[in-house]
């Protein structure tokens, strides 16, 4: 059965710190990992990570996947209110029509 | 572009009453469709998925049930709610094209039930 754990359960920083949150699987054939962010509703997608050590950016985010010990991890750098959030990671299935999701990390950014 | 339409976007129903959530997708075709709940600030459970019209797996026993009528249209039933279906469910869907594309599932907004 495939696993992803995800830490810590929540974070609390304030805005210009830089957050790392962590994502480990297990999962029967890799094919991708991926990271969600959860506002108040609809979780959006962020990244989809195949290769290991291709860091993937979108302005202040970056995540980069190590296949070899089976994790991933989610950089936000200057972090501000906007990015509170739940931060969501997940894997597909060996088929890929079936994702499993992690607990999630719910980040909390005071002024 | 596509979007999908979930709704009610609340609900507030008492136990043994029917219940029935509603989710479309507009602007592709043969999507994937699924059926979440999210318990408070965590993570999604699966609960129902559907690969083409009338095609329906179920992931965990339950008092729901899902169908689909129509290509783009995903249904979320129960004969009679229980207090714990309460919580925060979502409709989601991907792609069926081959390769990585088909692991990206995309959100509605979500209902959330409250079962008193």
């Known amino acids: 059965e495939d696993k992803v754990v995800q830490s810590p359960l929540s974070l609390v920083v304030h805005e210009g710190d830089t957050v790392t949150l962590n994502c480990s699987y297990e999962?029967?054939?890799?094919?991708?990992l991926l990271w969600y962010k959860q506002e108040k509703k609809a979780p959006t997608f962020l990244f989809m990570l195949?290769?290991?050590?291709i860091e993937k950016k979108s302005g202040r985010l970056s995540s980069i996947l190590d296949k070899k010990e089976l994790f991933s991890i989610l950089n936000i750098t200057a972090t501000q209110t906007g990015d509170s959030a739940i931060y969501l990671c997940?894997?597909?299935?060996?088929?890929?029509?079936?994702?499993?999701f992690g607990g999630g990390t719910r980040l909390m950014v005071k002024p | 572009s596509q979007t999908i339409h979930q709704w009610p976007a609340t609900l507030v129903q008492p136990v043994g009453s029917p219940l029935s959530l509603e989710c479309t997708v507009e602007?592709?075709?043969?999507?994937?469709l699924y059926w979440y709940r999210q318990a408070a600030g965590r993570g999604l459970q699966l609960l129902f998925y559907?690969?083409?019209?009338?095609?329906i797996s179920s992931e965990v026993p339950q008092n729901l049930s899902a169908s689909r009528p129509q290509d783009r249209q995903f249904i979320l039933s129960s004969k009679k709610l229980l207090l714990s279906d309460s919580g925060f469910y979502l409709c989601?869907?991907?792609?069926?094209?081959?390769?990585?594309?088909?692991?990206?599932?995309?959100f509605g907004a979500g209902t959330r039930l409250s079962v008193l």
């Open positions: 989601a869907w991907s792609v069926e094209p081959r390769g990585l594309a088909k692991n990206i599932q995309y």
């Open positions: 999962v029967t054939n890799f094919r991708s």
């Open positions: 195949t290769s290991s050590g």
């Open positions: 997940a894997v597909p299935n060996n088929a890929g029509n079936m994702l499993t």
């Open positions: 602007g592709t075709s043969n999507p994937n």
């Open positions: 559907s690969v083409g019209i009338g095609q």
